[in-house]
């Protein structure tokens, strides 16, 4: 709730600004409160929330993440061209506030215990039912300590770092390869669209199979789609990695707090994913420009692809050798 606020507050103060310093400090506020209200927190509340459920409730928060990202472009361009940017500022800041503080208040509890229940909503006294090994709590100092965490921190650093370097540079590279403008946004979108549709299947598939074996798979998809672009020129090439790629790249993010939970439990689990975030964001920072050098060396993507694909099958690699009940 605390997020909540800093968000709804710093876009309705940039309705108001006169001075670029003021814009600039609303920008630290907005993402320190994206920090508090964002992916960590959410990703916690839904484990801790959810055991035998944890994979679709979770594939059904980031379907909401994803349909967030279609609409909201929408409505804001609606807004500034109706009412103006600096009165669209401060309606979305309101509707923030306004829509998320009653929920968080009045709705959402942080853990099942505080109204009587277990999680996946069932009756208190059914706690009874011990946790698996893979459930247990783990601290922060000993989850750093083992090798599950680093597998999965390199797993995703790696994962993650190849869909960003696509996701910048994908565009561009449809450009270079002769296509239209209004074709290269069209498959972008279709990315979009098929990450959606991965994020609600996989959460099911996640409940039902291994949770790391399921999460291998679908950065082995990553890598391999990857290497399809190498035929972006055929139709049906172009159009089987915008599904590959766009399906595994939706369940890419909601697998690592899946997977995460199943190792170290939900105790410290906040600490934990902060830990892994910051780390896989330096794949999502480096990646891209490294694809991005290796395209102005060279003026072709075909050495950043392949080396992007690799990336992809490492992380792949990484993941299957996670276990849950190990033990350091």
Not at 57 to 79: E, I, R, S, T
Not at 179 to 199: D, E, I, K
Not at 266 to 295: C, D, E, H, N
Request: hydrophobic share 55%; proline share 3%; net charge positive.
């Amino acid at each position: 709730m605390g997020g909540a606020v800093l968000i709804g507050a710093s876009l309705v103060l940039m309705g108001r600004i006169t001075k670029l310093w003021q814009y600039e400090a609303l920008c630290t506020v907005e993402v320190l409160g994206y920090v508090l209200a964002g992916p960590i927190a959410n990703e916690v509340l839904v484990a801790r929330w959810f055991r035998q459920r944890r994979g679709r409730a979770m594939g059904y928060a980031y379907l909401g993440l994803g349909l967030g990202g279609v609409v909201a472009p929408l409505l804001v361009n609606h807004l500034i061209t109706r009412y103006g940017w600096r009165s669209a500022m401060e309606i979305v800041g309101t509707l923030i506030a306004a829509v998320l503080l009653p929920v968080g208040i009045w709705i959402t509890k942080s853990d099942p215990a505080e109204v009587g229940l277990a999680p996946d909503g069932t009756e208190a006294a059914s706690r009874s039912q011990a946790p698996s090994g893979a459930e247990c709590a783990t601290s922060a100092g000993a989850a750093v300590r083992s090798v599950n965490f680093y597998l999965v921190l390199l797993g995703s650093t790696l994962a993650i770092g190849a869909i960003g370097a696509v996701i910048q540079h994908f565009v561009l590279f449809l450009r270079d390869q002769g296509y239209a403008a209004v074709v290269a946004a069209q498959l972008f979108a279709a990315v979009q669209v098929a990450s959606l549709g991965g994020r609600v299947i996989v959460g099911y598939v996640a409940d039902r199979f291994s949770k790391t074996k399921t999460m291998a798979l679908c950065y082995f998809l990553i890598g391999a789609s990857v290497l399809l672009l190498r035929a972006a020129n055929q139709p049906g090439a172009m159009w089987t990695f915008v599904t590959l790629f766009g399906f595994a790249m939706g369940a890419d993010y909601m697998l690592i707090p899946l997977v995460t939970a199943e190792c170290f439990g939900t105790a410290a689990l906040g600490k934990i994913l902060g830990l892994i975030i910051m780390g896989y964001s330096l794949g999502q920072w480096g990646a891209p420009v490294l694809v991005g050098a290796i395209f102005d060396a060279k003026h072709s993507y075909d050495l950043a692809w392949k080396l992007m694909a690799a990336a992809g099958m490492l992380g792949s690699a990484a993941i299957y050798a996670v276990s849950p009940n190990r033990q350091n």
